[in-house]
């Protein structure tokens, strides 16, 4: 199931009731509930270079780590809708045509060389770039690699160049890369570490397989994480039958084509009219009529309904807290360690999917967060107060917008203080121990077991 998280936020990343506008565009910003604009937003078509908040702080602060939480980029769809022909999309990676890269030539040529990286188990069966004549179902596409390209080079002037967080001759210790086994979250992050090391150097890259979509890793037997995403599907298809434009479009849609309407819903049809609509081709035709744009605004609207009533029914948030502990609790270990002055990987990579990041998104509460577009990012850094070395923060960034304060546990904090970031120990004390307080336990154990007050 295609779970669709958390109300919109713009994508400056700011409360709509926040006067502090990163870019005010007031004339051209449409309301968030525009179907058209949502799905604009959510192809993430590489135009405008991209203004961004990473890497901002105090002079007397030093950046000690950075840990990017990645959805792969733009790709063919997973479903296909029947007795219709197949977008026409390209997956040959051809650096004349558009969207293009500078280094997407240079890209190609280094990635066809890969042969000295380390890779997990089946990882190194996987293509490292993406090259069909037509895409293969949920294949990246030119688009995809050119907006990690992009990710890359932005956190590159930020990170290496401006904080210089890893030096030129930067050895395979000081990363920790995680991947899951599809080939569009490997190619995704091999194009974003193209950009951003100082030199990509095969020799350097060892990959892990990750093979679980929420990274879960050891810690996956959870009854209860299970119940309460049955509890949010279960809602999902409630809100479904009741919409009525709804039921209309996938009927019509259904005689279009010439199959049941469950068939055709069965079959996803946003999935693959996403594919259409980003890359700008023609919806399907069939003797009987054709595919519209009505149909797809009525479809996308209903997406956005659903997410404004999953925040209001919390299901989906007592998934998340759940579904993310292990995720959370590892990467709040790692930043302890680090603080703690041990000599740890000091740039984290893990790419991975929309049911990856959407669950740590409303973990962390930052609800606001649009639902993750093709290449988002999220970003945790870790900060040393110069002036107090023994004290560390982290700032959280979603798609360049610092977030941090829109964070359940350092929303208060906010109020408080000076610095525009937030303690570490708030983030420790929120994945050790409140998270749990919602379900009356004390661990994720004994969590995973009972039910929530």
Not at 368 to 389: C, I, N, S, T
Request: glycine fraction near 4%.
């Amino acid at each position: 199931v295609h779970l669709i998280p958390v109300n919109p936020v713009r994508e400056d990343g700011l409360n709509p009731k926040s006067r502090k506008r990163i870019m005010p565009d007031l004339l051209t910003e449409p309301p968030a509930t525009d179907p058209l604009y949502e799905a604009h937003v959510y192809c993430n078509i590489p135009t405008i270079a991209e203004r961004s908040m990473e890497g901002h702080a105090p002079h007397y602060f030093k950046l000690v780590s950075v840990q990017v939480l990645i959805r792969h980029g733009d790709r063919y769809p997973l479903y296909a809708i029947p007795k219709t022909k197949r977008p026409d999309i390209d997956c040959m990676l051809v650096p004349s045509r558009k969207p293009s890269h500078p280094q997407l030539e240079a890209f190609i040529k280094h990635m066809s060389k890969g042969t000295a990286a380390q890779m997990d188990g089946s990882l190194s069966s996987l293509p490292r770039y993406p090259s069909h004549s037509l895409c293969e179902m949920g294949e990246l596409t030119q688009t995809g690699v050119v907006q990690h390209l992009r990710n890359g080079q932005l956190l590159r002037e930020i990170y290496i160049n401006k904080h210089k967080l890893l030096p030129s001759d930067w050895t395979a210790k000081q990363l920790y890369l995680e991947t899951t086994g599809k080939s569009r979250t490997l190619q995704s992050a091999l194009a974003l570490l193209y950009t951003f090391l100082p030199d990509f150097d095969w020799k350097k890259i060892n990959m892990r397989h990750q093979w679980s979509t929420i990274f879960c890793s050891g810690s996956c037997d959870c009854p209860m994480r299970n119940h309460y995403l049955e509890e949010e599907q279960r809602r999902q298809y409630s809100l479904r039958v009741k919409n009525n434009d709804l039921e209309k479009i996938y009927v019509d849609m259904a005689k279009i084509v010439g199959i049941p309407t469950r068939q055709l819903r069965a079959s996803n049809p946003i999935d693959s009219l996403l594919c259409y609509f980003c890359h700008n081709v023609t919806f399907p035709c069939t003797k009987t009529g054709c595919i519209s744009m009505e149909h797809f605004k009525v479809i996308k609207r209903h997406q956005l309904e659903d997410e404004r009533e999953r925040q209001e029914k919390k299901l989906y948030f007592l998934y998340a807290l759940l579904a993310t502990h292990p995720f959370l609790n590892q990467t709040v270990n790692r930043l302890q360690r680090i603080a703690e002055g041990k000599k740890e990987e000091v740039f984290v990579l893990y790419s991975a999917h929309d049911v990856t990041l959407s669950p740590v998104l409303s973990a962390l509460g930052i609800t606001e967060a649009r639902f993750p577009r093709f290449a988002a990012r999220l970003v945790f850094e870790l900060w040393q107060d110069g002036k107090r070395p023994k004290e560390h923060f982290i700032r959280i960034l979603y798609n360049g917008a610092d977030v941090t304060f829109q964070t359940s546990f350092c929303k208060d904090h906010y109020k408080r203080s000076s610095k525009p970031m937030c303690p570490l120990e708030k983030f420790a004390n929120f994945v050790k121990r409140d998270m749990f307080l919602i379900f009356n336990s004390t661990s994720y154990y004994d969590a995973c077991r009972r039910r929530a007050l």
